[in-house]
């Protein structure tokens, strides 16, 4: 990922795809990965405080059929939310 966009009064940052990933996975081997290399942002960061940050996932967006693919978000979670709250671990 690279940033897209910042937006300092709410302390966030879109990113989009930069490049194809270097471990694309069993199901990435398929996918024609320079549909997805384009300008709409895939994730958003919002800094919450110096030990919280949140995540939201939006999928990747392929140029061709003008659509978001692969939305859904693969860690374990108790809620169905696109947002995934990050703490830092107290060493």
């Not at 994730?43 to 967006?61: E, L, P, Q, R, S």
């Not at 059929?65 to 809620?79: A, L, S, V, Y």
Request: net charge positive.
């Amino acid at each position: 990922m690279v940033e897209l966009k910042r937006y300092n009064s709410e302390k966030g940052i879109s990113y989009k795809l930069k490049k194809i990933p270097e471990d694309i996975g069993s199901l990435g081997r398929d996918l024609n990965w320079k549909e997805y290399i384009n300008d709409e942002p895939i994730a958003y960061v919002k800094i919450i405080d110096n030990k919280t940050i949140n995540f939201h996932w939006y999928g990747f967006y392929n140029k061709k059929t003008k659509k978001r693919e692969f939305e859904e978000i693969n860690f374990n979670q108790e809620t169905n939310s696109k947002e995934i709250v990050l703490k830092l671990c107290p060493n």
